[in-house]
DNA sequence: ATGACCTGACCATCAGGA
């Protein structure tokens, strides 16, 4: 009897292995965007600055390594995509607001585990005192809202890169991002109310376990290890017990033609 | 060091990134 209910236990273990990735352009990035798929084998892979106004191509792409694709498009700038696992029952919970001006936000839910995974490229926001920082923080007050009315039905997986440097220590020299967006107490009042959805921010405080998530071009081309931490996984507590691992796959950083974000992975046992 | 690099749009150079 008691041997039929830990095989029972063991069915019910889902695995499932989440990367997030800022690509700087699905085109540009075919190569390591397979390179990570071969390797890696994520059952969810968010990307965010797919670069390219063609839904076909984003999905086809996809496809030929048996992965569904939801996808927001736009020219030249932005774009988001959730790719995943055939096998998984997905329905597409994608805010259109989020979406109004430019492509930066998709949400699929998994419906056997009850998991939102919500997918955001946030805007850069620079220049301060311009247009396109107001506009960054009224995208993260919508953002805000939309969790707001769907948190307490769902676990919640909120990823990707957030153009938002929370705390001093999230980078390797903070005094370089005073007057940068990414750093300003409006920024960071607003990435803290993400927080206090009752989410946790899965990778805080292990930069010097881990790394950095995005290096510049052009400071990275001298070997120095000048990063932020920008890209994230925030999740439900019930989701955090569950984490069996997390990475920065900084690997890609360092192979040839890469993007300037690294890959970030978590893997969950519910 | 007000630097550097990369991408798309498009063909020379600029906008945008962070």
Redesign the pocket.
């Known amino acids: 009897m008691l041997k039929i209910h830990a095989d029972a236990a063991l069915l019910l273990v889902f695995k499932v292995k989440f990367i997030s990735w800022?690509v700087?352009?699905?085109?540009?990035?075919e190569p390591l965007v397979q390179e990570i798929i071969k390797r890696e084998k994520p059952d969810i892979l968010c990307l965010q600055?797919l670069?390219?106004?063609d839904h076909e191509y984003v999905s086809n792409f996809f496809l030929q390594f048996n992965y569904q694709t939801i996808t927001q498009t736009q020219?030249?700038?932005n774009g988001v995509s959730i790719s995943y696992n055939q096998n998984l029952d997905v329905t597409d919970l994608t805010i259109s607001e989020l979406n109004k001006t430019q492509a930066r936000n998709n949400i699929i839910l998994l419906k056997q585990q009850g998991i939102a995974i919500i997918n955001n490229y946030f805007?850069?926001g620079?220049?301060i005192g311009t247009d396109?920082f107001t506009y960054k923080l009224e995208w993260m007050d919508e953002l805000h809202e939309s969790i707001k009315k769907i948190k307490d039905e769902y676990e919640i997986v909120l990823t990707g890169?957030f153009?938002v440097i929370p705390e001093d220590n999230d980078a390797h020299d903070i005094k370089k991002y005073k007057k940068?967006a990414?750093a300003q107490p409006e920024s960071r009042k607003r990435f803290n109310k993400l927080l206090n959805l009752d989410l946790l921010d899965v990778f805080k405080n292990e930069i010097k376990k881990l790394s950095y998530t995005?290096f510049?071009?052009?400071?990275y081309?001298?070997g120095k290890e000048e990063g932020?931490r920008?890209d994230f996984f925030l999740v439900s507590p019930f989701l955090k017990s569950k984490i069996m691992n997390i990475k920065v796959l900084k690997e890609y950083r360092e192979m040839e033609?890469p993007?300037?974000?690294c890959p970030i992975l978590m893997e969950l046992n519910i």
């Open positions: 800022n700087n352009s699905l085109r540009a990035r600055e670069k390219i106004d020219k030249s700038y805007p850069n620079n220049p396109k890169d153009n940068d990414l995005f510049d071009y052009k400071t081309k001298f932020i920008i033609r993007s300037d974000h």
